[in-house]
Each structure stands twice: as structure tokens, then as C-alpha cells.
């Protein structure tokens, strides 16, 4: 609906109590780009779309029947053969077309020349904690904890995406006129909650905007304590993304007459408001955020590490404490980069723990038949790829490589996504993507984010075996909230496993568990390579959707068929033993 030229635009209040409709603008950023000469599949062009599947369908006959074909024949002879050459098929490292939705195929020629070796000197740590702090959250101060449970309270009684997210919608005005009373009615929420008299007088007056800064405020704590702290808000986060995402729609705008999405506080952004960045280049500052942990290190060890540890902070503190920067200021400071560093420890570390058992159990010289073989045959087992053991080798450390360099740039990733998510010029459409409704959207700051990891991940494995395909605003994963919860599952699907094998020399000290350790694996030893020589095979073996597309080689598919293997662990025969460990599932908690 759109208002005569000469009259003028409802006013909110009008709009809330139903006595009008809001206006449209011609070119929403849910409306479909106008001059496309051809439909779209999952937003882009069908012809580009069915090229991707084309490429993914031959990649696919190459991993089942390459033995068949000859070593002469891949992937890339038989595009070009069938298919003809495309200047699109692969994203380089310069190009712009991370906008596109759909899989991006990421061009995995080598680009070592042009890079640094990496190393772990002094002043490439420094380097490193300088880079991190851009994107590491402020910890949350008391004052703002309160806040944070009037944000968790207003969102976990909310049912915004249940009435918004729907197909009875019959016009868009209908959605964007709810879309607007269950925002004001969060808004009104917060208010009343906070202040009973404010939030009388606005719900009242219908004035929001007198209290822009609070709400932006509050949405914003809630944003920095979900990145802070991934397994917390699993539900709540996603309402308050969708509805942040829909606050940004030009004609709501319009309405609202004020902006309430606002940057995530970081650490490098408080220190330069303070004019304070050189603490970030002292070299003390690796010792004073360093994660303290007792993994394999005796209690006075650990000990000694506390009070090397609170000594660097106390000196850190003393030498940068003035009248821009106070005492609690710096110490908040060094524990934000604190915080960061413990959730490596529980997200990262368990990835190169996995790394290290695939080393030091399984080396790529085993032969196919050797007992501890990692090689994998199509139709085997649930398998959908066919792997001899050094390439299977090869396919999981390359995996889990690059989940080590996801999981190290999470909080970094994290901030793209949201940038991605609230991007007012980045339209979205809602759409049944066969894992129900879903808003699918591009996300091209992720995807150069993939490029630059991806790189990183084959430079320290030094090949690349495999699909290249990142799947982003399309069916597999719709947008960038979908990416980021899928790589949060990976701790979650990997501390376990670690827990486990951790687990069992203690858990054979029981004589009858020895016992039943030794009459199903034969002896401690390999009871724990076992369960390895599985998870190495089947979590990397292709598995877990209806066709290749969705899963086999490309990089969201490697997770799927970890997913998969997570799914049909209780039918395993070492399923006693991750009882035994204290094992209870993969999937944590949904509660706060």
C-alpha cells in the first residue's frame, strides 16, 4: 500500500492502534532484485545455480568411481569437458563475488608465496592478541548482568519469530504491521520493566524513540554475553537476531524513528576511546591473559603459573593506570582478553588434541589392509566416499585443520556474521529450505572470511583433497546465524570424544571395566584406538544427507557426516564405555 503524493506518512502510533497501514517503499530489501533476466534459485540466477550442482554431481562420480575412470580423469577434466570453462566456477583471492548467495566454490590453488611463514616469536603473538582484540567483547559488569536478565526475561516470554516467520502472511504490509507491534511490544516490555513510570508514559505516548540509547543498550549486552559465552541464550539469541534483522528494514525505520543496533563494545575499541592501545603491545600482556590449564601439569605447576600470571597483571596495571584509565579499568581489560583465551581452551584446544591422536596413532604410511587403516570404500558402512588410508588421512587432518582455524577465529567470524545479519542493504526472503522456514541471506563478509581461513588451513596441510564448496545463503546453510551454529557444535561434538579416550586409562583401573576393555577391544590400548580408528573413518566418511550436493567432500558436508556419526553412536560397540566416562550427550543444554 502506498499513500497519496501528497499526504502525509502514518505515524507509529497509528499504525499500533490499527487506524492505518504502513507505506512501502518500491524496492525493499525483501523484494527480488528487478532486471533479472532470469528466475532465481536460492537468489541467485537458476542457470549459475544449476551449475553448481552440475560441478558438485561430477565431483561426486570422481570420489565413487575414480578408481574406474583412471588417475588421468578428475573432477576439474570433466567440468571442463562437459560443462565448457567459466571465469565464475572458483572464487580467487581478489574477486567480489562473495555477495552471491548459494555455495561459493573457493579457488584452492596454492598461495604460499606471497605469506610469511608462520611462527610463534614474541612479536607474532603480540601481533596476534593486538589482531584478537578488535574483535573480543567486553566482559559484562555488574550493572550490565542486570540488564542482561532483563533482556533474557523479555526475550524468553517472546514469541517473535512464532508470529512473524510464517506463510499465511497474504501481503507483505500484514507482516511488516506485525513485525512492528511485536517489536514496540518488546520495547514496551523492556521499558515497564526497568522503569514502571517511563515505561507507562511511552507506552502512553508511543515515544521510543526518547529511549533509543537503552534499548540499544540492552540488545547490545545481550549480543557481547551470547558471543562471550556461545552455549548460553541458544534460543533467545536467535528471536533477538530476527528482530534486530527486521528493525533494520527501511519502512519499519521509517516508523521507529531510531536505530537500535549498535556495534558490539570490544576491547580495542575501549582502549583507543582511552587513548590507552600501547597496553595491547606490551609484552607482558601474553603472560597476563594466558588461559591456566592442568593438563598434564602437576598442582604446584599450576600454581605457580596463577602467581606468574596475576604478577604480570599487577605490573601491567601499575605501568598504564592514569587518569584516563583507571586501576579496574585495565584490569577489565586484560580479563576480556582473558575470557577469549579460556574459550580456546574449550573450543579450540579439543581440535588439536584430536590432530594430535591422528598423528601420533594412525601415520599415512599404514598400508589399506593394515589393522589401524583409516580407508573407507563407498556403500561400506553408511560411507559415500571412497578413500585409501593416506588420503583419508590426509581428508581428516585437512578437516579438522580447518575447524582449529574456525574455531580460533570465532569471535572474529562471530562479529562478520552479525555485520552480515544487520546490514540494512542486505536483503533477506523467507523460504522453506527443507529444514523448515528459514531466512535466507548472503553473507559476504563470511565469506571472504572462509577465503582467508581456508587458505590458512591448506597452507599447514599443504594439499587439498575434496569439494571447495562453502554453502552460504542457500538451502544447506541459509545465513550467516546458520554458519555460526554450526561451528559452535564443534567442541560440543569433540570434547567428549576427548573426555572419553582421557578417560579410560582411569576408568581400567576398575578391574571389572579392564576387564570388559579387554575382552571387546583386546587391551586398554586399543579400546581408545578403536574409538579413534572409527571417528577418524566414519565422522569424515561423506555421510549424512540424501545426495552430494548436501554432504560428501565439500566443507559444511565434512561436519554433516560428523553430525551423522554423533547420531549413531549409541549403536556402537564401545557405546558402554562413553556411558562409563560420564558421557551424556552431544548437544549441552538449551536452558540459560
Known amino acids: 500500500m502506498s499513500s497519496g503524493s501528497g499526504a502525509p506518512p502514518p505515524s507509529l502510533s497509528d499504525v499500533l492502534d490499527g487506524r492505518a ?35 558438485m554431481l561430477l565431483q561426486a562420480v570422481v570420489e565413487k568411481y575414480g578408481e574406474k575412470l583412471g588417475k588421468e580423469v578428475s573432477a576439474e577434466s570433466l567440468v571442463a569437458e562437459f560443462l565448457g570453462e567459466s571465469s565464475e566456477d572458483k ?19 596454492m598461495e604460499t608465496n606471497d605469506e610469511a611463514s608462520s611462527s610463534n616469536s614474541a612479536e607474532d603473538l ?28 523479555t526475550l524468553n516470554v517472546s514469541e517473535y519469530t512464532d508470529k512473524v516467520d510464517i506463510l499465511t502472511w497474504k501481503s507483505k504490509t500484514g507482516r511488516i504491521h506485525e513485525q512492528i507491534r511485536d517489536i514496540c511490544a518488546i520495547l514496551s516490555g523492556l521499558a515497564i520493566a526497568a522503569d514502571y513510570e517511563v515505561g507507562q508514559k511511552m507506552i502512553k505516548d508511543r515515544t521510543f524513540e526518547d529511549n533509543a540509547e537503552f534499548f540499544a543498550m540492552v540488545f547490545e549486552i545481550g549480543r557481547r554475553h551470547k558471543i562471550l559465552n556461545p552455549e548460553c541464550m541458544r534460543t533467545d539469541y536467535g528471536k533477538l537476531i530476527h528482530m534486530l534483522m527486521d528493525s533494520q528494514h527501511p519502512d519499519i525505520q521509517r516508523l521507529l524513528e531510531f536505530n537500535f543496533v549498535r556495534k558490539v563494545r570490544t576491547v580495542y575499541d575501549f582502549l583507543a576511546d582511552k587513548q590507552c ?32 600470571k596475576e604478577a604480570a597483571v599487577k605490573r601491567l596495571i601499575h605501568k598504564f593506570s592514569s587518569d584516563n584509565m583507571s586501576d579496574e579499568e585495565i584490569e577489565w581489560c586484560l580479563y576480556s582478553i582473558g575470557d577469549n583465551s579460556s574459550f580456546l581452551v574449550f573450543n579450540r584446544d579439543p581440535v588439536d588434541h584430536m590432530i594430535e591422536y591422528l598423528e601420533a596413532n594412525f601415520p599415512p604410511t599404514l598400508a589399506n589392509d593394515h589393522k589401524r587403516s583409516l580407508a573407507i570404500r563407498a556403500g561400506s558402512k553408511g560411507a559415500r566416499l571412497s578413500h585409501g588410508h593416506s588420503q583419508q588421512y590426509q581428508y581428516a587432518l585437512q578437516s579438522l585443520t580447518l575447524w582449529r582455524e574456525i574455531q580460533n577465529d570465532m569471535f572474529k567470524l562471530w562479529c562478520l556474521a552479525e555485520e552480515d545479519l ?32 581456508l587458505h590458512r588451513a591448506q597452507k599447514k596441510v599443504g594439499s587439498w583433497i575434496g569439494s571447495s564448496v562453502v554453502h552460504l545463503g542457500d538451502h544447506n546453510v541459509p545465513n550467516a546465524l546458520m554458519f555460526i551454529d554450526k561451528y559452535t557444535q564443534v567442541p560440543r561434538i569433540l570434547n567428549p570424544i576427548v573426555n572419553v579416550i582421557d578417560s579410560i586409562p582411569r576408568l581400567a583401573e576398575d578391574k571389572t571395566v579392564a576387564e570388559l576393555m579387554e575382552r571387546n577391544c583386546g587391551s586398554i590400548k586399543d579400546c ?29 558436508g565434512r561436519l554433516t557426516s560428523a553430525w551423522n556419526w554423533c547420531n549413531k553412536l549409541d549403536k556402537k560397540s564401545y557405546y558402554p564405555i562413553f556411558k562409563l566416562a560420564g558421557f551424556t550427550g552431544f548437544d549441552g543444554s538449551f536452558k540459560n
Not at 572464487?91 to 590453488?109: F, H, M, P, Q, V
Not at 559488569?141 to 526475561?153: N, Q
Not at 592501545?277 to 588461559?291: G, Q
Open 21 to 55: 497501514e504502513p507505506v512501502l517503499s518500491q524496492n525493499g530489501p525483501l523484494d527480488v532484485k528487478a532486471g533479472q533476466g532470469e528466475p532465481l534459485v536460492d537468489g541467485v540466477p537458476v542457470s549459475k545455480a544449476f551449475r553448481h550442482r552440475e560441478k
Open 91 to 109: 572464487i580467487g583471492k581478489n574477486s567480489d563475488s562473495y555477495t552471491a548467495r548459494g555455495a561459493l566454490d573457493i579457488d584452492t590453488e
Open 126 to 153: 603480540l601481533a596476534n592478541i593486538i589482531d584478537r582484540a578488535k574483535y573480543v567483547p567486553l566482559r559484562l559488569t555488574l550493572p550490565e548482568r542486570k540488564l542482561l536478565r532483563l533482556c533474557e526475561a
Open 277 to 308: 592501545l600501547e597496553l595491547l603491545k606490551s609484552p607482558e600482556i601474553v603472560v597476563a591473559t594466558t588461559a591456566i590449564v592442568d593438563r598434564n601439569r602437576s598442582r604446584g605447576e599450576v600454581q605457580q603459573a596463577i602467581r606468574v
Open 422 to 453: 544487520l546490514d540494512s542493504g542486505n536483503y533477506y526472503s523467507l523460504r522453506d529450505t527443507g529444514q523448515g522456514l528459514n531466512r535466507v541471506q548472503s553473507a559476504p563478509r563470511i565469506g571472504r572470511a572462509m577465503h582467508e581461513i
Open 528 to 556: 581408545q584406538l578403536d574409538i579413534l580408528q572409527d571417528f577418524f573413518k566414519h565422522a569424515f566418511d561423506g555421510s549424512g544427507a540424501d545426495n552430494f550436493y548436501d554432504a560428501g567432500s565439500c566443507i559444511d
